[in-house]
């Protein structure tokens, strides 16, 4: 069956630090999606991505955070200068057209110290 | 303050009985529902998913109702095993907006008793 592939699972980071965050979502998906889920908490929408643009994206996403498709396979998240705040499992999702299942990732765990 | 986790309610089932998890949704405008299981360290999982225009769907040991008059919906397991334990989480696709994103429920976490 399909997956979605996210690496790395488990990254820790100093705050201030620049990460990248990577998906490769199912081939034939058109679209892409990234949430979060801090410990305990549910899981937020972040961020959709189609055409090669940000179709919606939530308040959390602000001006530190980005999403590139640089390949047509990756699908990346970046957080610029990362916050204690944005330790959090962080899940890339996708899904094909019309198609209104989605497929999730198995999560990056980020921890920002 | 200090920020708190999100408590979860926790149902307690013993190995082969039926298990009930339900969920309050909040768009009443919401034409797409899924239920996810997400095990420990895990991505969510889909298990099922339900279209507005119907108010009950199954699957194999799931099924899944729809009361679109009070916003509920509820996953209904058959024949609990150890292996459902997890926590389960609802989903609600408003509309509104190309990317179709999904707004989650708070979680409901399932423990299997041998």
């Known amino acids: 069956e399909p997956e979605v592939t996210q690496t790395p699972s488990h990254q820790v980071t100093q705050m201030g630090q620049e990460v990248i965050l990577r998906c490769v979502p199912i081939s034939n998906h058109l679209y892409f999606y990234w949430y979060r889920q801090i410990l305990g908490q549910k899981v937020e929408f972040l961020v959709s991505f189609y055409n090669n643009e940000i179709s919606e994206k939530s308040e959390i996403f602000d001006d530190q955070f980005s999403v590139e498709r640089p390949d047509g396979s990756n699908f990346t998240l970046k957080i610029r200068s990362t916050k204690l705040e944005d330790s959090a499992m962080y899940f890339c999702?996708?899904?094909?057209?019309?198609?209104?299942?989605?497929?999730f990732g198995s999560g990056t765990r980020l921890t920002v110290v | 303050g200090e920020s708190v986790g999100l408590h979860l309610p926790t149902l307690s089932v013993q190995e082969g009985d039926n298990s009930i998890i339900n969920c309050a949704y909040s768009?009443?405008?919401?034409?797409?529902f899924i239920w996810y299981k997400q095990e420990s360290g895990k991505g969510p999982q889909f298990i099922i998913d339900?279209?507005?225009?119907?108010d009950k769907r199954q699957g194999q040991r799931v099924t899944v109702l729809l009361n679109k008059t009070v916003k509920h919906l509820s996953l209904q397991i058959a024949a609990t095993q150890p292996g459902d334990s997890a926590v389960y989480f609802c989903a609600e696709n408003p509309p509104g907006g190309p990317g179709n994103k999904l707004t989650f429920g708070g979680g409901t976490r399932v423990l299997v008793k041998p």
């Open positions: 339900i279209r507005s225009n119907m």
């Open positions: 768009n009443s405008a919401s034409d797409y």
């Open positions: 999702a996708s899904r094909g057209q019309g198609a209104y299942g989605y497929t």
